[in-house]
């Protein structure tokens, strides 16, 4: 089910519309005093209602549209419609639902007021996002197909067209087409002028024209003309909605006019296009979309009248539509027919140009890299790695790799195996920059790293020092280790920077594997408190929240004033992170609340607005919600009363000792899809995510209730061979054998980010008990 939502400041046009169309059925009114109403009077409820309130967005305009082949009979459909009012918020306004057939999917109108009856206008904040979330739960409570809910690139369906008739009456269908339309086209595309919006709608047989009268003023029309009998008489723009007219398309094609960013785009677009010809002998008119596609994420359209190709159009990721000829006109096929020029040649590389011979060193350069990330232990740096490769190391990874196999279709059946061969004889030399290239960055990060332990002991942050080796904490955190008065990475020997610490008290056996994912975040972190960072540092993300827990002897150092500002810090990230994964589940401003609780974050209110605290944190550091996250949380009715619902959430989860990051973590992997790890902590360590029931419920549906299937298969295997070990080892003592260790339990948590066991446990295979 697609839901569409339109705001408007009138709504007698739009009433028109859906209670005027042939074969409509109003199916039933929501909040009247009476379903036996007339239509007419419906309308003056609505109208006065809505006029209590001068904002812009009075009325709303929503269709539910099943896809096609799907159907449900009215009453299905009301409650369906009626539940989805509720849920968007409109529970308590008055609204028609009526349904139309006038297409070939099924689809129903609701038509209400923004304006309640005291004059006040409701919340429509992140109601888009609101309505995505309402109509998946509707999805899934009455088994509706499920539509997409990622951006589409197709173009829009053009089966909205309204029946075909001359002259048919503009307020009777054509209205909602041309809004449907000429909406999606402005959301998609950053227009510049009326000739582009033109084109663009040319494909959904809409017209445009363009008036302007003595003052300068211009004014826009548009019709419907599918070429095939079938016309209607031209609209005003303004009377199509109050966005698409003149005046206001004008505002915004300048604004987009004078972007200064609109010259970076076509800079980089031309040159994207000039290294992909300069790569190509020939290339076929007709496949030039798909070199571009591939080779350089470039959608474009072929401009052609009749049989002829006259150029292209690019539909940047910018949101900008240019015409070749508008980058440069050297990129236009009439004026390359050095490689657009015969029609009949096939499309083929030039293998003796100088892009061809950089695409294999970039070749070669990502599979030496990807053949150390995938590498399963990663020892040693990336430049040590580098040097142990021989050309026949990195085939595997070569030959998976998507520019490969894009540089072999191109290529004549016989150069395929020159290819090989060119690559094999450039392999030295490229191994050998990267190295140096490698070599050179790995210095100036270690370098950096010793800066940052400086700062971070000269402010203090921790309450760290060398007389009982605490200070390796520090090091610990940064991925470095000390020895000898030397300073260097911890999995690398290779480079080295003196540092006279003197002979420090480390513990024999060091914790010394920490995760590079958690060891960058720490780094980033140390960066923001000593205020080494910048605007085009790396940004914090989610699993900063983390780092007391995977550092935990630290950050138990970490002085109070740094505490606060961590954790504020931390909390930010976190909450950005946590509401794009709430947005399929979030129907309300209430939900955004609860899906909050059921993790530990609780809110409150004062004059700086809402703040968001957590039960990780201490009561003192809190987030502060940006203004607009705080007047649609303002928005919930008896918002007192909801604020004071978080109470028992969050006290639960105090009692039952759930206060602890482990089980946040646990719901963090959850939502990320890692079921393995989630399943082994829940069957094996008793770790339970604090995730909301109906979050752990979709979960539960998309493989975790799988994972736990067999973890919990794997943990009974485990406890029956401990058992028999056990018993083993009870004979042996008896019996005067010696004794063993004590087993460490295998621990999810810590194998996957920071298993500080790892060397003690390379001969026990998984780590499981012995």
């Known amino acids: 089910m697609i839901a569409k939502l339109i705001y408007g400041d009138t709504c007698q046009g739009t009433l028109k519309y859906v209670l005027g169309k042939e074969g409509m059925r109003i199916m039933g009114y929501g909040n009247t005093f009476s379903q036996s109403i007339s239509p007419k009077f419906f309308g003056s409820v609505l109208h006065f209602q809505g006029q209590r309130n001068a904002t812009k967005n009075r009325y709303a305009h929503i269709s539910l549209n099943l896809p096609h082949g799907e159907h449900l009979d009215d009453n299905t459909f009301l409650k369906i419609s009626m539940e989805y009012m509720e849920n968007m918020g409109y529970g308590e306004q008055p609204y028609v639902v009526v349904r139309h057939t006038d297409t070939e999917h099924e689809h129903v109108h609701i038509v209400t007021t923004n304006v309640k009856e005291n004059g006040q206008v409701l919340g429509i904040f992140n109601s888009h996002r609101r309505s995505m979330a309402t109509r998946q739960h509707l999805e899934k409570k009455y088994g509706l197909y499920e539509a997409p809910t990622t951006k589409r690139k197709e173009q829009l369906p053009i089966h909205r067209l309204p029946e075909l008739q001359f002259g048919m009456d503009a307020e009777k269908g054509t209205r909602y087409y041309l809004q449907d339309v000429l909406n999606s086209i402005n959301q998609k595309h950053k227009m510049r002028s009326f000739d582009e919006l033109a084109r663009l709608v040319k494909p959904y047989h809409i017209e445009v024209k363009t008036t302007k009268n003595e003052t300068g003023r211009i004014g826009v029309k548009y019709g419907l003309d599918n070429q095939k009998g079938y016309r209607t ?234 007389e009982q080796g605490s200070v390796r904490l520090l090091f610990q955190a940064l991925g470095v280790k000390y020895h000898d008065n030397q300073l260097s990475f911890t999995n690398s020997d290779r480079h080295t920077i003196p540092v006279k610490l003197g002979k420090l008290s480390f513990p024999k056996e060091m914790e010394n594997y920490v995760s590079t994912g958690f060891v960058r975040q720490n780094h980033l972190m140390f960066q923001m408190l000593t205020e080494q960072s910048s605007d085009n540092s790396p940004k914090l993300t989610a699993t900063a929240m983390f780092l007391p827990m995977i550092f935990p002897k630290l950050y138990k150092r970490m002085n109070p004033e740094f505490k606060t500002q961590y954790e504020s810090l931390a909390l930010s990230a976190y909450i950005k992170d946590a509401e794009r994964r709430h947005s399929p589940f979030e129907k309300s401003a209430k939900d955004y609340i609860a899906l909050f609780n059921a993790k530990g974050f609780y809110f409150t209110i004062g004059e700086e607005g809402f703040k968001i605290k957590s039960i990780y944190t201490r009561n003192e550091s809190a987030h502060t919600l940006p203004r607009r996250t705080s007047l649609y949380l303002s928005s919930i009715p008896n918002l007192t009363e909801t604020l004071k619902e978080q109470r028992p959430v969050i006290n639960n989860l105090v009692e039952d000792g759930r206060n ?29 995510p604090n995730l909301h029931r109906e979050m752990v419920q979709h979960h539960m549906d998309n493989g975790l209730r799988e994972s736990i299937i067999v973890a919990s298969e794997r943990q009974s295997s485990i406890q029956q061979n401990y058992v028999l070990r056990k018993g083993a080892y009870a004979i042996s003592s008896i019996l005067g054998g010696s004794s063993t260790k004590t087993e460490d339990m295998y621990n999810g948590f810590k194998d996957e980010f920071t298993d500080f066991t790892k060397n003690k446990r390379k001969s026990r295979g998984m780590g499981l008990p012995c």
């Open 233 to 466: 008489n031209f609209i005003n723009g303004s009377e199509v909605h109050h966005n698409l007219s003149g005046p206001k398309l004008q505002k915004v094609f300048d604004v987009h006019s004078k972007s200064k960013l609109l010259p970076m785009h076509r800079k980089r677009l031309l040159k994207q296009i000039e290294t992909t010809y300069d790569l190509f002998r020939t290339i076929h008119p007709q496949e030039l979309g798909e070199v571009l596609k591939e080779y350089q994420d470039i959608d474009i359209k072929l401009d052609k009248k009749e049989e002829t190709t006259e150029g292209f159009t690019i539909y940047d990721k910018s949101m900008y539509v240019f015409r070749a000829r508008e980058l440069s006109r050297n990129i236009r096929m009439q004026n390359r027919l050095d490689i657009f020029g015969n029609d009949n040649a096939p499309t083929q590389i030039d293998t003796e140009s100088k892009q061809f011979k950089l695409e294999m060193q970039k070749l070669i350069k990502e599979a030496l890299t990807t053949s150390y990330l995938q590498s399963s232990k990663q020892q040693g740096l990336l430049s040590e790695h580098i040097m142990t490769k021989n050309f026949g190391d990195i085939l595997p990874s070569l030959m998976a790799s998507k520019k490969h196999n894009f540089l072999e279709r191109y290529l004549q059946r016989n150069q395929r195996t020159e290819l090989r061969k060119a690559l094999g004889n450039t392999f030295p030399m490229v191994r050998q920059r990267l190295y140096e290239l490698e070599t050179k960055k790995e210095q100036e990060t270690l370098e950096s790293k010793f800066k940052l332990i400086g700062k971070v002991l000269k402010n203090k942050i921790f309450n760290v020092g060398t």
């Open 660 to 688: 602890r990051l482990e089980n946040l973590w646990s719901g963090h992997l959850m939502e990320r899809g890692v079921y393995s790890k989630v399943a082994f902590m829940l069957t094996a360590e008793k770790v339970y």
